[in-house]
């Protein structure tokens, strides 16, 4: 099956905007995941509504701009992401401004979570990719790849991220309830990727196509 693909000379630039996007939507789940809520009679925190837009822009890196320039925005991505979620996480702790002199004490329990949102981004990220690029190539239905990447990917991600940042938890509540938490946010954020990010892959992925195709540059065609 022939795919469209963004001009090789625009790649370096959009490798950019991906990179910030992917830091600004790992530093706001982070700061959100502190932040519970009740669902259904259901222990979840904000942050199971804002990480499935990493998804939808790993899948359409993919598409676009291929499997290995996908994981380069990973490997770009990453460091930056620790760095900053840790910092803002300090600053903001427990949904509030602490002042920029909490940065001279060191928050293990923040340092915990950014860590943990680290390693779940990584390892749910390249399974994404793997998932989402196997499928693409195998399957004529535009909208397999995405959805089989979400279902797989987000289950890595919310487990390694809730185990590593909560399991024995100085914070008595999220120590009690990481698990439930789990498996409520993961429901969560694959509802809202299947319904909502899974047609919005195809609407956005359709809408650049058709932008490319006026692209006064060459596009590249691939299979």
């Known amino acids: 099956m022939s795919l469209v693909q963004a001009p090789q000379s625009r790649v370096p630039f959009y490798l950019s905007l991906l990179v910030a996007l992917h830091i600004a939507i790992v530093i706001a789940s982070n700061y959100l995941v502190q932040l519970p809520i009740t669902l259904f009679g259901f222990h979840s925190t904000w942050g199971a509504f804002s990480f499935p837009f990493i998804f ?121 309830n990481w698990v439930e938490i789990a498996w409520v946010d993961y429901v969560i954020k694959l509802t809202v990727s299947l319904l909502l990010f899974v047609p919005a892959y195809g609407v956005v992925l359709a809408a650049i196509v058709r932008w490319l195709r006026q692209d006064p540059l060459p596009l590249v065609t691939a299979r």
Do not use: C
């Not at 790993?58 to 598409?63: A, F, G, I, K, S």
């Not at 600053?91 to 860590?115: K, P, Q, S, Y």
């Not at 399957?139 to 940042?165: E, Y």
């Open 56 to 176: 939808l822009a790993t899948d359409l890196t993919v598409r676009l701009i291929g499997k290995a320039s996908a994981r380069r925005v990973i490997t770009r991505a990453m460091l930056p992401a620790l760095l900053a979620s840790y910092v803002v996480g300090v600053l903001f702790h427990e949904g509030h401004f602490n002042g920029l002199d909490a940065l001279g004490n060191f928050n293990g329990f923040v340092f915990r979570i950014a860590f943990a949102s680290f390693a779940a981004y990584v390892l749910g990220q390249l399974l994404d990719i793997q998932v989402f690029d196997r499928i693409r190539q195998q399957s004529r239905a535009w909208w397999l790849a995405p959805a089989a990447a979400s279902v797989l990917g987000q289950a890595l991600d919310t487990a390694a991220f809730f185990a590593i940042a909560f399991w024995h938890s100085s914070n008595a509540f999220m120590a009690a």
